[in-house]
C-alpha cells in the first residue's frame, strides 16, 4: 500500500472568541471556546481523490488551512510523508510548498490584482527555477492551453476575466510548479453550471492523466462523487463517516449522510427536509454525539457518550470505511 | 500607464486641475528662462511702479520685478511642496509598514508616536519645529515633512493591514513565495496606489502651509521669492500697489485651486476607498 | 389577452426590457395560472433576476425601457405608477431574496418588520398585527415566536432570518410569491427545509409562486411549470417533467447534461459561454454555441410555437399540437 501522503492525527483546533460575563463586578468570564476541529484522524495516500464534504461549521476549511500549515493545531499531529509539518526545515518547507497546491475558493481574491496573469503564471515557476528565463513564455502559454484558455489571455489583469477564466486560471497556477497533490476548496462553487460541468471535467482530467492527489473541499456531494474516489463526510468538526464514493453514496450509514443525500436536489425525486432543525453553534457543544439534536434514529444513549470513526463490525473487512456513530444504519439509501 | 490616463481623463474636473497644475508647473520650470529680471535684483529707483512695459507686473517696495518673483515662488511654491510630501511620504511608509508588518508591541509603539503627532495641528507643528530648526527654505521642508509623517504612517498602515488580509497575499504565502519578495511584489504594489494620491493631495496643503509660515514671517528668510512672503511685504502697500501682494495672492489661489481639482479627480479615479474604479 | 377571473394570474406578452442600447429581455411571453408554481431558469445574463425585478417594479423607466404587456390579476404593470405598485407589493405580490441578511433592516427588530406590511396594507392595530405576527412566525417554524419578535436580524442564523423573509412575505396573504434565488446562500439541509416551508405555505393558500433558480434539480423538484431563457430570450417552456424530463430546445437540453447528479459518469457540457451584450447574435442567441445550428438561426429568430405539451422556440423543432385530449390544463399561455 505504501506510506501515506498526509496523517492527520487525531487533530484538534480551538479558537477562543471572546468570554461569557462574569458573575459580579469583578470575575472575569469564562473564555468561549470555538472548537472548529474536535478529533479528526485521516489518512490520505499518493493518487488518493477525497472529497471532504460537509455545511457550514463542519470544518471543513479549517482542517485544509492546517493541513497545508497556515495555523498550527490546538492538538494533534499533522504529517506530510510521515514528517509532522511543525517540524520542517526550510528545504523541507519549500518542498512542502511546491508539492503541494491550493486553490482558493475566490479565485479573483487570491491573484495579485496588479498582475497580469502571464506574470501570475510566470512566478512559481521562476520561484522554484523550473526553466530557464527563455522559456516561461512557452510554459505559460502551454500552461494556458492546459486550461483550455487562448493565449490572449495572458496580457490581461484578473479583473477583466470572466468567473469561469479566472479559475481556469487558478488551476492553471497551482499546475505551473508541478505539484504532486492539489487541494481546492469550493472551487466550482457560484457558477453557471456549464461552467461548472466544463471545470469539473478539465480536473477529473488532469487529475487523472498527471496522476495527482486531490483534496475537494465541497458541500456539494454531486460534485464530491463526480471527482473524487473518496468522500468523507464531516459535522461540526469531526468526520462522521468515510470510505470509497460508491460505498458511501449507495449505503450510507450515518443519519447525518443519509439527510444529506435526501436534502441533495435530484431530479424525479420529491422535495424531502429529511433532517429538521438548525445546525447547532460550534460554540459550547452539547455532550454525547454532536448529531445527537438533529438525528431522527436518536436515542438517550446517544446524548451520553460521543462516538468514535471506526470501522463498523459487519462490513465488508477489506472496504476502507468508516462512521462515528453508535448506531449505524445498514440499509441501502431508497432512492 | 494607459488605464491611467483613461481614468483621469474621464474627469472634467480632474482635466481643468490638471491644465493649471501644468501651466504652473511649466513656469516653475522654465522660471529662469521666462524671468525678464533676477528676482532678487533690487532696483530702488523704480520701487513700487505699477505694471508697465518694462516690469509686466510692477514692482515691489524694493524695486524687485514682481512677474520675476511670481515665477521664481511658483518654483520655490511647488519645489517645498513635493518635497515635503516626499519625505514625510518616505517617513509615513517607512513607519507605517513596520507598524502594519511587525504588529504587537512594535506597532502599538509606534501607533502612539503617530497619535501624539497627529493631536497637533499640522500648522502648530510645524511652527514648533521651525522654532526649533530655524528658519529657511529647506527648514521649512524639513518642518512640514514631519508633521506630514503623521497621517501618511496612519493611512499606511491601514492599507498594509488591509491587504495583508487579502486572498492572494496568503496564496503567495501558501505557494513558497519568500516574505521579502511578498512585501515587494505583491503588498506594496496595492498600498501604494492609494497612497500616491493621498500623496497628491496633500501637496496644495503642503503649499498653504509653507505659504502662511513665510507670510507669517517663520518661514523662508528674505529676499527668497516665495509668495507667502511677497504677499506679507506688500501688505504695507496694498491700498498705494496692490499688485505686490495681488499678483502672487492670485497665483497662490489658483495653484491651489488646480491642485484641488487634480486631487479630486484622482481620488475618485483612483482611490478603492471612495469607491473609484 | 386573458382577463378575469378563468384567466390566468400573470400574463406577459412580448414583454421586453431595454437597458440603453441592449434588450435584456427580448419579447418574452408566459402565463402563469393561478395555484401554480413557475420556474425560471437559465444562467448568469439569462434575464431571470432582471425580469423578477421588472415584475414588481424595482426596475422601471427611466432606469429601463419597457415594452409589451405584461398583466397580473387583471391590472397592467407595464407604465403602472409607483404609487399603485406600492399597493402591490408586499401586499398582493410577496419577495423573497437570496440574501436575507441583507434584505432585513438591522435597526428594527423582527416584530417590526413583520408588522409594517400589516399595518400598511390591511390596516390591523397594533394588537392585531402582533397576534398575526406571531402566527407568521410560528407557521414559518420559528420556535418560541413570541420573544422572538423582539430579536434583532443579526441575532438569528441564517436560515431563521430567511423564515423571517418568508414570513414578511407572506403576511398579507400575497397572490403571487417571487422568490429570488431564495435558499442559494443556504445549506443543502437548511435549503429543503425552506424550499419544503415555501411550497408548503404556497399551496396551502392557494397563491402561486415563481422561483428564480439556476439549479435544475431543485427546480424540477419543486416548481410546476418551467420556463427557461437563455440571454433574455424564452427559449422553452411548459410543465417541469416535460421541459426537464424530455428536453426538446438545444440548450434546454445541453443545460440538462451539465448537471452534476450523484450518479453522473460523464458530464458534456456546452461549450462556450454566454456572449456579452455587445456581441449578441441577432436571430437566436443561442446560436453561437448551439451544436445543430443552421444558418436560418443567426438571422431570424424562432417564433414561440406549441410542441406537443410544451413551447419551443427553435427552428429546429417542429409545431406540433398536442396529440392526447387536454385533461391536464395547458398552462402555458398561447401567443
Known amino acids: 500500500m505504501g506510506a501515506p501522503l498526509f496523517t492527520v492525527l487525531d487533530v484538534e483546533k480551538t479558537y477562543r472568541v471572546g468570554t461569557t460575563p462574569g458573575t459580579g463586578w469583578f470575575s472575569a468570564g469564562q473564555p468561549r471556546l470555538l472548537k472548529a476541529l474536535n478529533g479528526v484522524r485521516l489518512e490520505i495516500a499518493q493518487g488518493d481523490s477525497i472529497a471532504l464534504v460537509g455545511e457550514s461549521g463542519s470544518g471543513k476549511s479549517t482542517l485544509v488551512r492546517l493541513m497545508l500549515g497556515l495555523e498550527p493545531a490546538t492538538d494533534g499531529r499533522l504529517l506530510y510523508r510521515q514528517v509532522d509539518i511543525g517540524q520542517f526545515d526550510r528545504a523541507a518547507r519549500q518542498t512542502f510548498r511546491r508539492e503541494v497546491a491550493f486553490i482558493y475558493q475566490d479565485a479573483r481574491g487570491s491573484m495579485n490584482p496588479r498582475m497580469r496573469i502571464r506574470a501570475i503564471l510566470a512566478e512559481p515557476l521562476r520561484l522554484y527555477r523550473l526553466c530557464s528565463e527563455s522559456e516561461v513564455e512557452g510554459r505559460v502559454l502551454a500552461l494556458l492551453e492546459k486550461v483550455g484558455l487562448s493565449a490572449d489571455l495572458a496580457d490581461r489583469y484578473p479583473s477583466e476575466l470572466s468567473g469561469g477564466q479566472v479559475r481556469r486560471v487558478a488551476v492553471a497556477r497551482a499546475l505551473a510548479a508541478e505539484p504532486k497533490t492539489i487541494v481546492a476548496d469550493e472551487s466550482v462553487a457560484g457558477l453557471d453550471v456549464s461552467v461548472q460541468a466544463q471545470l469539473l471535467n478539465l480536473l477529473r482530467g488532469l487529475c487523472r492523466e498527471m496522476g495527482l492527489t486531490l483534496i475537494f473541499i465541497t458541500h456539494d456531494l454531486g460534485v464530491a462523487s463526480y471527482l473524487c474516489t473518496r468522500i468523507a463526510v464531516m459535522y461540526l468538526g469531526r468526520i462522521v463517516e468515510e470510505g470509497a464514493t460508491a ?56 446524548l451520553t457518550a460521543d462516538p468514535v470513526l471506526k470501522h463498523p463490525e459487519d462490513a465488508d473487512p477489506n472496504a476502507t470505511r468508516r462512521v462515528a456513530c453508535h448506531f449505524p444504519i445498514r440499509d441501502i439509501l431508497e432512492p | 500607464m494607459k488605464s491611467f490616463w483613461k481614468a483621469v481623463s474621464l474627469q472634467r474636473n480632474a482635466m481643468f486641475g490638471l491644465a493649471i497644475v501644468g501651466i504652473f508647473i511649466l513656469m516653475a520650470v522654465f522660471a529662469p528662462v521666462l524671468a525678464p529680471y533676477n528676482p532678487t535684483e533690487q532696483n530702488l529707483e523704480f520701487a513700487l511702479q505699477g505694471p508697465s512695459g518694462e516690469h509686466w507686473l510692477g514692482t515691489d517696495s524694493f524695486g524687485q520685478d514682481v512677474y520675476s518673483r511670481m515665477l521664481y515662488g511658483a518654483r520655490l511654491a511647488l519645489g517645498i511642496g513635493f518635497a515635503s510630501v516626499a519625505l514625510g511620504l518616505l517617513g509615513g511608509l517607512i513607519i507605517g509598514l513596520l507598524a502594519g508588518l511587525l504588529g504587537g508591541r512594535v506597532e502599538w509603539a509606534l501607533m502612539r508616536l503617530v497619535d501624539a503627532i497627529l493631536a497637533f495641528p499640522e500648522i502648530i507643528l510645524a511652527i514648533a519645529f521651525v522654532a526649533v530648526l530655524g528658519m529657511g527654505t529647506d527648514k521649512v521642508v524639513y518642518a512640514l515633512a514631519i508633521s506630514f509623517v ?16 487579502r486572498p492572494f497575499i496568503e496564496a503567495a504565502r501558501l505557494m513558497g513565495v519568500p516574505p521579502f519578495r511578498i512585501i515587494v511584489r505583491h503588498l506594496l504594489p496595492n498600498v501604494l496606489s492609494s497612497l500616491m494620491v493621498q500623496a497628491g493631495i496633500r501637496i496644495s496643503t503642503a503649499i498653504l502651509l509653507e505659504s502662511g509660515l513665510s507670510f507669517f514671517g517663520i518661514g523662508v528668510v528674505p529676499p527668497t521669492p516665495d509668495w507667502g512672503l511677497i504677499i506679507a511685504e506688500g501688505r504695507g502697500f496694498i491700498t498705494m500697489a496692490p499688485w505686490i501682494s495681488g499678483f502672487p495672492g492670485v497665483a497662490l489661489a489658483l495653484l491651489l485651486i488646480g491642485l484641488t481639482l487634480l486631487g479630486d479627480g484622482l481620488r475618485d479615479a483612483f482611490d478603492p476607498r471612495s469607491g473609484g474604479h | 389577452m386573458l382577463t378575469g377571473q378563468s384567466g390566468p394570474l400573470l400574463a406577459l406578452q412580448d414583454f421586453t426590457l431595454r437597458r440603453g442600447a441592449h434588450a435584456v429581455l427580448d419579447a418574452v411571453t408566459l402565463t402563469l395560472d393561478s395555484g401554480r408554481t413557475l420556474g425560471l431558469l437559465g ?48 401586499n398582493r405580490i410577496g419577495l423573497v431574496f437570496q440574501d436575507a441578511t441583507a434584505s432585513l433592516d438591522p435597526c428594527f427588530t423582527v416584530g417590526q418588520q413583520i408588522c409594517e406590511p400589516l399595518k400598511r396594507h390591511l390596516g390591523l392595530g397594533p394588537r392585531e398585527a402582533t397576534a398575526r405576527a406571531i402566527e407568521l412566525l410560528t407557521q414559518v417554524g420559528i420556535p418560541d415566536a413570541r420573544s422572538r419578535l423582539n430579536a434583532y436580524p443579526h441575532q438569528l442564523s441564517g436560515g431563521m432570518q430567511q423564515r423571517v423573509m418568508i414570513s414578511i412575505a407572506l403576511a398579507c396573504r400575497p397572490q403571487l410569491l417571487i422568490a429570488d434565488e431564495a435558499t442559494s446562500a443556504l445549506d443543502v439541509t437548511i435549503q429543503a427545509q425552506i424550499m419544503e416551508l415555501i411550497l408548503q405555505q404556497v399551496r396551502a393558500s392557494g397563491s402561486s409562486a415563481i422561483f428564480v433558480l439556476h439549479d435544475l434539480a431543485l427546480a424540477s423538484q419543486v416548481c410546476d411549470d418551467i420556463a427557461v431563457l437563455y440571454a433574455g430570450q424564452l427559449v422553452e417552456a411548459g410543465p417541469a417533467t416535460a421541459v426537464l424530463g424530455a428536453p426538446k430546445h438545444p440548450y434546454t437540453i445541453g443545460l440538462r447534461s451539465c448537471v452534476v447528479e450523484l450518479d453522473s459518469e460523464h458530464l458534456n457540457p456546452l461549450v462556450g459561454s454566454v456572449p456579452s451584450l455587445n456581441e449578441m447574435p441577432d436571430g437566436c442567441h443561442f446560436c453561437t454555441r448551439c451544436p445543430d445550428a443552421i444558418p436560418r438561426c443567426s438571422k431570424e429568430r424562432p417564433p414561440l410555437i406549441t410542441h406537443q405539451d410544451r413551447q419551443v422556440a427553435c427552428w429546429l423543432v417542429p409545431e406540433l399540437p398536442t396529440s392526447a385530449p387536454a385533461s391536464a390544463p395547458v398552462s402555458v399561455g398561447a401567443s
Open chain 1, 247 to 302: 460505498d458511501i453514496l449507495h449505503r450510507p450509514m450515518h443519519p447525518y449522510t443519509r439527510g444529506l443525500m435526501r436534502a441533495f436536489p435530484s431530479f424525479g425525486r420529491p422535495l424531502t427536509a429529511s433532517l429538521k432543525g438548525e445546525i447547532p453553534s460550534p460554540i459550547d457543544l452539547p455532550a454525547g454525539c454532536r448529531f445527537a439534536s438533529r438525528c431522527p434514529h436518536a436515542v438517550p444513549f446517544c
Open chain 2, 150 to 165: 503623521g497621517p501618511f504612517a496612519r493611512i499606511v498602515r491601514s492599507d498594509v493591514l488591509q491587504v495583508k488580509a
Open chain 3, 43 to 90: 444562467e448568469s445574463g439569462a434575464g431571470k433576476s432582471t425580469l423578477a425585478m421588472a415584475l414588481i417594479g424595482l426596475l422601471r423607466p427611466p432606469e429601463v425601457e419597457l415594452f409589451g404587456s405584461m398583466v397580473f390579476a387583471g391590472t397592467e404593470l407595464v407604465g403602472l405608477p409607483e404609487t399603485q405598485y406600492r399597493a402591490l407589493r408586499g
